[in-house]
């Protein structure tokens, strides 16, 4: 049916045997969001064997990297740097305490809130998992190019920023005047 008529005009193929049906939005597989999710996948498909090969998933792993980076941190403020659901990301702390990878305690100003931060246990392990994670992204670096990988970065840290902005400017817009 590529390319032939119908009654709503020519249908165009947008590739994997699918069509367009002459719909006003852009073929699928070029949409940014499912580049975006592509090239996440593309990524992730190098990391993963090493991840599983010390008992992580992903998200615990991203947990343990977010928490590298302070020394302690609220677990609603986890969640949103982790970009993990509230849900989720109980569920992995839970695991992630009972193996003595991360300490958990409350909030001194909100005792109904929690506090986590990365046990020595959990640093031995971004200690042994470095140098497999280090590889990774020096083959990712090689096979890409430095120069374009820091462009890449930069980029999407500029569309990040710029999209964060207009959001702010939404909210701004919705808020009634005085």
């Known amino acids: 049916m590529a390319g032939q008529k119908s009654p709503d005009g020519p249908r165009q193929s947008a590739g994997a045997g699918t ?5 006003p939005i852009r073929e ?13 996948e593309a990524v992730m498909r190098q990391f993963r064997p090493s991840l599983r090969n010390h008992g992580l998933t992903e998200q615990q792993w991203r947990i343990l990297r977010a928490l590298t980076a302070v020394d302690s941190i609220e ?3 986890l969640a949103r740097v982790a970009f993990l659901l509230g849900p989720s990301l109980s569920r992995i702390l839970r695991d992630l305490e009972a ?10 100003a909100d005792l109904r ?15 042994a998992v ?6 990774i992204y020096a083959e990712i670096t090689s096979r890409y190019g430095a120069r374009k990988l820091a462009e890449l970065q930069q980029m ?23």
């Open 156 to 178: 999407l840290g500029e569309l990040e920023r710029r999209l964060a902005a207009m959001e702010i400017a939404d909210e701004a817009a919705a808020e009634p005047g005085e």
């Open 19 to 23: 069509e367009t049906r002459g719909l």
């Open 130 to 135: 470095a140098p497999s994670s280090e590889a």
């Open 75 to 77: 677990v609603t403020e």
């Open 28 to 40: 699928f597989s070029r949409s940014l969001p499912m580049s975006l999710l592509r090239a996440r």
């Open 113 to 127: 809130r929690a506090v986590v931060s990365i046990s020595p246990r959990g640093l031995k392990l971004i200690e």
């Open 99 to 108: 193996r003595n990878l991360i300490e958990r305690r409350p909030a001194k």
